[in-house]
Nanobody
Framework: QVQLVESGGGLVQPGGSLRLSCEVSGSIFSINDMGWYRQAPGKERELVAS???????LYADSVKGRFTISRDNAKNTVNLQMNSLKPEDTAVYYC?????????WGQGTQVTVSS
């Protein structure tokens, strides 16, 4: 059984920073992609950033230059450093891992950007 545990959400003022962390545990042989998605109220879940086992990361246009994804293959962890946060970044953020072509999700962590 695969589990994803997230941490690091919260309330921050516009222009501030937050760091999200996610650890994947369980019956894992190899994790393909690891990444972060988000879902704002009334909107569909969208990709924020993704990092394959090797190669360059992928970012949504809306977060390029502000967010940085980092992955530790040895520890099965993925982090998302979010800088220059905007109110439109407010959403529930979900960690995602692709293992043997199946998607696994964390429970979600709320990020609220407000003054």
């Amino acid at each position: 059984q695969v589990q994803l545990v997230e941490s690091g959400g919260g309330l921050v003022q516009p222009g501030g920073s937050l760091r999200l962390s996610c650890e994947v545990s369980g019956s894992i042989f190899s994790i393909n992609d690891m990444g972060w998605y988000r879902q704002a109220p009334g909107k569909e879940r969208e990709l924020v950033a993704s990092q394959a086992r090797i190669g360059r990361p992928l970012y949504a246009d809306s977060v390029k230059g502000r967010f940085t994804i980092s992955r530790d293959n040895a520890k099965n962890t993925v982090n998302l450093q979010m800088n220059s946060l905007k109110p439109e970044d407010t959403a529930v953020y979900y960690c995602n891992a692709v293992i043997n072509f199946s998607h696994y999700w964390g429970q979600g962590t709320q990020v609220t950007v407000s003054s």
